[in-house]
C-alpha cells in the first residue's frame, strides 16, 4: 500500500510538472503575445521599439463610379475607346453558357458557403481569444462588384470592354476597409524552407500580401519598394530585380489600351499598414514582423527562417504606405488554371543560356509540338511577348490558362512587377517569338499601328489613363515615352517579316485551323 501511494504521488508531480512546462513554453507566451498587441504593434525581434499610435482614419469620401477609360472633351482616350476598331464584334461570337467562365448559380452557393465558414471561424477566433466586437458578420452580396467581375470573364477576355464593373470594382478596391490580411500562398510555402544559398530568393525581397475587403473581396498587395524615378541598376540580372507595385498598375491600364484585357483590374491605394494590416491580421507570424524604425515609421518584412531581414523591410510614412491591389481571379476549384511554362523562358541562373537564345530556328521547332501546332497558342504567346515589351518585362517564365477555354483561352497576364525597371533600355529579346516566328494577329497588328498614330498616341493615352489612378503620376515621364519608341520597334520588326515571308504568311486574320494550315504548308515550302 506505501508503495501504491508513492507511485500515484509520482505520477501527480510528473504530471503537474508536464504542465507547468506547458503552460510556461506553450500557452504563456501565447498569451503574453496577445497582450502585447492589445497594447502596442509587435516588434522585429531585431529592433524592437515603441510603436507611435496610428493616426484616426479618415472619413471616407463620397466615391463616384467611372467608366473605364474616362476622360472629358479632347480626350484621346475617350476618342481611342469609341473608334470602330475597339467597337467591332468579337471573333469567335459568344454562343451560350459554355463560353462563361463560371455558372453563376454554382458559383454564388460556392461563394455562400466560403461567406459562412469565414464568419464560423472568426467567431471562433474571437471567442478563443475572449474579445467582444460589435461588428456584424461578413454577408455577400450578389451585386458585389468582384462577384460580377467573376461571372463577367468569358472566352475574350477578363472582361468586356468598356465594363462599368472593372469601374466599380477599381473604386471598391481603393476605398473598402480591409477585414483581414495574410501572406499569399507562395510565401507561405517558402516559410521554413527559404535557403540562404538561393540566388533567387522569393521571400524576403519580395513581399506580397492578401488583402480581404468588407466585402468578401480578396486582393493581392505588392507595397512599394522603389521610386518612381530610379533605374533598374544595368548589372541587376531580371530575376533578382525588385518588384514594382507602379508596375502592375501601369500594366493594367497597357493590357487595356492593347485592348487585350488580360490583366486582373490593379488599382494604387495608399495602406495604413497599422489600422488595414496588422490590426486585422490573425497570422501570428506576420504579426511578429512589424517593427518601428528609427524614423519612428511603422515596417514590416517577409518572415524568411534564417534571418530577420529589416533591411528589406518596407514602411509607412508613418503608417500610410503605397501599393498595387490586384483583384483575385475566380477560386480554381470553380475555375482550374494550368500553369504552362513559357517556350521562351529565360535561365535563372548567373551563366546559363536556352536554346531559343543560341537557335534562331527556334520556332521552326516550337511550332511542330501540340498546342502549338493547331490552335492559336502561339498567336497568344506572341501577343504577351508583345505586351512585356513595351513594359520591358523579361521574367515571363510561365502564364496561366483557364481549362475551360481549352487550348485557344486566351492567356492570363499575371505578375508584371518587373516591368518598367529602365527606360533608357529597349531589351529586342523579349521580342524573340516574333521575330523568330514572324507571326502576328492582324488584330494585334491594327491596334499597334493605330497607337502610332499622332491622334491615340501610346504615351498620350497611356498618360490620361494613369491619371485616373489615386498613385498618379505612376510612370514617369521618360517611361511613357520610351513606350512609343518600343512601339515602333515592334512594328518595324512587323515590316521586316512582311519583307522576308510577305504579309499573307506574317499577318494572320482567319480561322485558327486555317492559319495553322498555312502555316504548316508555309514550312513545308521553306
Given amino acids: 500500500m506505501p508503495g501504491l ?31 502585447q498587441l492589445r497594447e502596442r504593434p509587435l516588434g522585429c525581434p531585431c529592433a524592437r521599439r515603441a510603436a507611435s499610435p496610428a493616426p484616426a482614419p479618415a472619413p471616407a469620401a463620397p466615391r463616384r463610379v467611372e467608366p473605364v477609360g474616362g476622360g472629358g472633351p479632347g480626350s484621346k482616350l475617350r476618342a481611342l475607346f469609341a473608334h470602330p476598331l475597339y467597337n467591332e464584334p468579337e471573333e469567335p461570337p459568344l454562343l451560350g453558357p459554355e463560353d462563361s467562365l463560371l455558372a453563376g448559380p454554382e458559383a454564388l452557393r460556392y461563394y455562400r458557403r466560403k461567406v459562412a465558414r469565414w464568419n464560423r471561424r472568426r467567431k471562433m477566433y474571437k471567442e478563443q481569444l475572449n474579445l467582444t466586437s460589435p461588428e456584424p458578420p461578413v454577408q455577400l452580396h450578389q451585386e458585389a462588384s468582384w462577384v460580377q467581375f467573376h461571372l463577367g470573364i468569358n472566352r475574350h477576355g477578363l472582361y468586356p470592354r468598356s465594363s462599368p464593373v472593372v469601374s466599380k470594382l477599381l473604386q471598391d478596391m481603393r476605398h473598402f476597409p480591409t477585414i483581414s490580411a495574410d501572406y499569399s500562398q507562395d510565401e507561405k510555402a517558402l516559410l521554413g524552407a527559404c535557403d540562404c544559398s538561393q540566388i533567387v530568393k522569393p521571400s524576403g525581397v519580395h513581399l506580397k500580401l492578401v488583402l480581404r475587403f468588407s466585402d468578401f473581396g480578396k486582393a493581392m498587395f505588392k507595397p512599394m519598394r522603389q521610386q518612381r524615378d530610379e533605374e533598374t541598376p544595368e548589372d541587376f540580372f531580371y530575376f533578382i530585380d525588385f518588384q514594382r507595385h507602379n508596375a502592375e498598375i501601369a500594366a493594367f491600364h497597357l493590357d487595356r489600351i492593347l485592348d487585350f484585357r488580360r490583366v486582373p483590374p490593379t488599382v494604387g491605394r495608399l495602406v495604413n499598414v497599422t489600422k488595414e494590416i496588422l490590426e486585422v491580421t490573425r497570422n501570428e507570424i506576420l504579426q511578429s514582423v512589424f517593427f518601428v524604425s528609427p524614423a519612428n515609421n511603422m515596417c514590416f518584412f517577409a518572415k524568411c527562417p534564417y534571418m530577420c531581414k529589416t533591411e528589406y523591410a518596407v514602411c509607412g510614412n508613418p503608417h500610410l504606405l ?38 534562331p530556328l527556334y520556332c521552326d521547332a516550337v511550332k511542330q509540338v501540340y498546342p502549338h501546332n493547331s490552335s492559336s497558342r502561339l498567336l497568344n504567346i506572341i501577343d504577351m511577348a508583345v505586351f512585356d ?78 491619371l485616373e489612378d489615386q498613385l498618379s503620376p505612376v510612370l514617369t515621364e521618360p517611361h511613357l515615352l520610351a513606350l512609343d519608341r518600343r512601339l515602333q520597334t515592334v512594328l518595324r520588326t512587323v515590316q521586316d517579316c512582311i519583307e522576308a515571308h510577305g504579309e499573307q504568311n506574317v499577318v494572320a486574320d482567319g480561322p485558327v485551323g486555317q492559319w495553322a494550315l498555312d502555316s504548316s504548308r508555309a514550312n513545308a515550302t521553306s
Fill in 5 to 35: 501511494r508513492r507511485d500515484r504521488l509520482l505520477t501527480l508531480l510528473l504530471l503537474g510538472a508536464l504542465l507547468a512546462a506547458d503552460l510556461y513554453f506553450h500557452l504563456g507566451p501565447r498569451v503574453r503575445r496577445r497582450l
Fill in 389 to 466: 515589351f513595351l513594359m520591358g518585362n523579361m521574367d515571363r517564365h510561365h502564364y496561366e490558362m483557364f481549362t475551360r477555354f481549352g487550348d485557344d483561352g486566351f492567356l492570363i497576364h499575371l505578375d508584371n512587377a518587373r516591368g518598367f525597371g529602365r527606360h533608357s533600355h529597349d531589351e529586342v529579346s523579349i521580342l524573340a517569338p516574333l521575330f523568330q516566328c514572324c507571326r502576328i494577329k492582324r488584330k494585334t497588328l491594327l491596334h499597334l499601328q493605330l497607337l502610332a498614330q499622332a491622334d491615340y498616341r501610346l504615351s498620350d493615352v497611356m498618360r490620361e489613363s494613369l
Fill in 322 to 359: 503605397e501599393g498595387s491591389l490586384s483583384a483575385f481571379l475566380p477560386s480554381l476549384n470553380l475555375a482550374p488554371r494550368l500553369s504552362v511554362p513559357n517556350p521562351w523562358i529565360r535561365s535563372y541562373s548567373l551563366a546559363g543560356r536556352e536554346e531559343w537564345e543560341v537557335n
